[in-house]
């Protein structure tokens, strides 16, 4: 099989299992395979939002599956070089990686803390030296642990995207990374790491300075949710400044500064994000994780595309199987039913499913 066979078998099997980028962007991964030539992969574990840890756990949970996922790519795509990068904070968490980078050929990259390096052309530049504006850097394929862990179950064991990494963080009793179906709410996320440490707090989605505050109760884990960091009310990040409040508005100014600041492209260490947004209280050196076994599934899922309306394939009233293709994106992408229930509507931002009560014997997700 010629390497354009391999790489649009690949693609089309990406395509089909609704493979997307996992690290928040939650692009086509196909379309971007296909957009090649490409000469280098970066592995990205390299995350950089405070608190959120969900890159640390695929790692730690699935590493083999995360670098057979680029060996398809190397193969696919003639690459010359595969990195795995991570930054230090994670990289002691993880001893077994150096040998199991070896083991796939991979070489393994520990990056200093800094902020943000989870952006790709920021990513480019720290580990390769290579100028943001430069042409390059379109040589350079980067890619999320997550997304090549779920390309590695899409080809290897014909697994489509039914379930999502996300951290829990910040004023909760137990801060916590989760493999979770897609579709669970925030609620159900909560209730796994101990809930809330107060009655009232505010919500970040993908974190505080990256993310945006949601409401609680409309929070459901797509295949762009990295996670969730809870602050109280009273934290100067959950409360918009008053006018005359002239502490909070010089606090304010700063931190416009620093997000405009790497925006452009600065990096700063991570103790100053974590410092300056007030977020240092929260931050453990090794978060739990937890995989949902069967009779921890929540009891109805809102399964959605990131905000994007797709075309639903199935009807209120229809039965589903985890795994059933449910809906289709306007780039072909499919989205899959992530657990066994009955549909309860069926609309072109979401579909609702109210799981079995017989669960599938393999809803447990695999290693």
């Avoid at 809330?196 to 300075?209: M, P, S």
Wanted: aromatic fraction near 6%; glycine fraction near 8%.
């Amino acid at each position: 099989m010629s390497t354009d066979t391999k790489l649009q078998a690949i693609a089309n099997c990406a395509r089909a299992a609704g493979v997307v980028g996992a690290g928040g962007g939650g692009f086509s991964l196909a379309d971007k395979l296909l957009a090649r030539p490409y000469r280098t992969l970066i592995i990205n574990a390299a995350q950089s939002e405070p608190l959120i840890c969900k890159d640390w756990a695929v790692l730690a949970n699935y590493g083999d599956c995360v670098l057979s996922g680029a060996e398809l790519l190397r193969e696919a795509l003639g690459l010359t070089k595969v990195f795995l990068a991570t930054r230090d904070e994670f990289a002691v968490a993880l001893p077994d990686l150096p040998a199991l980078a070896r083991q796939h050929h991979v070489a393994l990259a520990r990056l200093p803390d800094l902020y943000p390096l989870g952006y790709e052309e920021i990513l480019k530049r720290e580990l390769l030296a290579i100028p943001m504006d430069s042409a390059a850097a379109g040589e350079v394929l980067v890619i999320n642990a997550e997304t090549l862990r779920n390309l590695s179950w899409a080809v290897l064991r014909q697994r489509p995207l039914t379930t999502k990494l996300v951290t829990l963080a910040g004023a909760v009793a137990r801060p916590i990374s989760l493999e979770v179906p897609l579709g669970t709410s925030f609620a159900d996320c909560l209730a796994h790491a101990g809930g809330a440490t107060g009655a009232h707090y505010a919500l970040f989605r993908n974190g505080v300075l990256a993310g945006r505050a949601v409401d609680p109760a409309q929070s459901w884990v797509d295949a762009t949710t990295l996670g969730y960091v809870l602050l109280p009310l009273g934290h100067s990040a959950a409360q918009s400044p008053a006018a005359s409040d002239a502490t909070a508005q010089r606090l304010a100014q700063r931190r416009a500064a620093f997000l405009a600041s790497t925006l452009a492209g600065r990096t700063q260490a991570m103790s100053a994000a974590y410092a300056l947004f007030d977020l240092t209280p929260y931050r453990r050196a090794r978060p739990l994780f937890h995989r949902l076994c069967a009779d921890e599934l929540p009891a109805q899922l809102r399964i959605a595309s990131g905000g994007e309306c797709f075309q639903p394939c199935v009807a209120a009233g229809d039965s589903v199987r985890r795994g059933q293709a449910i809906g289709t994106r306007a780039n072909g992408v499919m989205l899959h039913a992530s657990v066994k229930g009955l549909v309860e509507s069926a609309e072109t931002q979401a579909i609702l499913i109210n799981r079995s009560a017989a669960a599938d014997a393999d809803e447990e997700a695999p290693r």
